[in-house]
């Protein structure tokens, strides 16, 4: 089980970057069926949650990301995705997808390695 983030970047304030996530692995025949998530971590801050959505499809948004994130999946391709537009500073973290087979809500047990966005101003 294996996920890749990818599309990170360095972007000025008010611009946009889309994230990609690639997942593989014996368990992906049923990608349709996970739950997947993205969150972020800033310098000297905790991890925190950013996005999720469900094998349904359903997605919930931190109140800080919402209305200028879009999480979305294709579950053809195994790839989860996250468009962030109006992009600002305080979004400059390194960001991770995860997912799970229990939950949106659940631990996440499957990680990525993380994907640098810097936001400049």
């Known amino acids: 089980v294996q996920l890749q983030a990818s599309g990170g970047g360095l972007v000025q304030a008010g611009g946009s970057l889309r994230l990609s996530c690639a997942a593989s692995g014996r368990t992906f025949g049923t990608f349709s069926s996970l739950h997947m998530a993205w969150f972020r971590q800033a310098p000297g801050k905790e991890r925190e949650w950013v996005a999720s959505?469900?094998?349904?499809?359903?997605?919930y948004y931190a109140d800080s990301v919402k209305g200028r994130f879009t999480i979305s999946r294709d579950n053809a391709k195994n790839a989860l995705f996250l468009q962030m537009n109006n992009l600002k500073p305080e979004d400059t973290a390194v960001y991770y997808c995860?997912?799970?087979?229990?939950?949106?809500?659940?631990?996440?047990?499957?990680w990525g390695q993380g994907t640098q966005v810097t936001v400049s101003s």
């Open positions: 995860a997912a799970n087979t229990v939950s949106v809500w659940a631990k996440y047990d499957y």
């Open positions: 959505i469900r094998w349904s499809g359903s997605t």
